[in-house]
């Protein structure tokens, strides 16, 4: 059974950028069939799809994100990353990674996701 | 963008009750591409439907999707307590994918 985990630290100062890395396991990262996805969402707010990336390191975003974002992975680590750049406490939010596929892109499983807090 | 708003906010029912959750789009849904999720206290979100009707592997029956275009219905048909939590929907058929702002459906 495939599953997610984030990782990283739970605080970042504002402007430095977030980084945070999804495990996979049970599964392969390298699969032509499927994409990984990063999701936020801040407290008492609704998720936002923050961005995607193939397995052959193919990204792309939300448009709204795109000018911080970078979602970079690693197939023989088998794991996919994000940073995010000059972060605000508006960005503050439980990040998590999910899978989906490359046509049919609903997101299934989901990792437990990652408390992450913008403050100096 | 497309928006999806999601009615009621809150529904406070009891176990054993019949609900019927709203997600209304802004503009029509492509393909029906509509999913919904639940998300209980603590946890990640759950997929529960996927193309506005469709369970997911091993969702119960008495979850239920249904709508197209602008407006889909996720019916449970009889709470149990492990029902109570957060739902929301999600569309996919635009190149920006959004989520609902939730519907909370808590114990009375």
């Known amino acids: 059974q495939l599953q997610l985990q984030e990782s990283g630290p739970g605080l970042v100062k504002p402007s430095e950028t977030l980084s945070l890395t999804c495990a996979v396991s049970g599964g392969s990262f390298s699969n032509t069939t499927y994409y990984g996805a990063w999701i936020r969402q801040p407290p008492g707010k609704a998720l936002q799809w923050i961005g995607s990336i193939s397995y052959t390191g193919s990204a792309f975003y939300n448009p709204s994100l795109r000018s911080r974002v970078t979602i970079s992975g690693n197939t023989s680590k088998n794991q996919f990353s994000l940073d995010l750049n000059s972060v605000t406490a508006a960005d503050s939010a439980i990040y998590y990674c999910a899978r989906h596929h490359r046509y049919r892109n609903y997101f299934d499983p989901w990792g437990q996701g990652i408390l992450v807090a913008v403050s100096s | 963008e497309l928006v999806l708003t999601q009615s009621p906010g809150t529904l406070s029912l009891s176990p054993g009750d019949r609900v019927t959750l709203s997600c209304r789009a802004s503009q029509r849904v492509s393909s029906n591409y509509l999913a919904w999720y639940q998300q209980r206290p603590g946890q990640p979100p759950r997929l529960l439907i996927y193309?506005?009707?469709v369970r997911a592997t091993g969702i119960p029956d008495r979850f239920s999707g249904s709508g197209s275009g602008t407006d889909f219905t996720l019916t449970i048909s009889r709470l149990e307590p492990e029902d109570f939590a957060v739902y929301y929907c999600q569309q996919y058929g635009s190149s920006l994918w959004t989520f609902g702002q939730g519907t909370k459906v808590e114990i009375k």
């Open positions: 193309g506005a009707s």
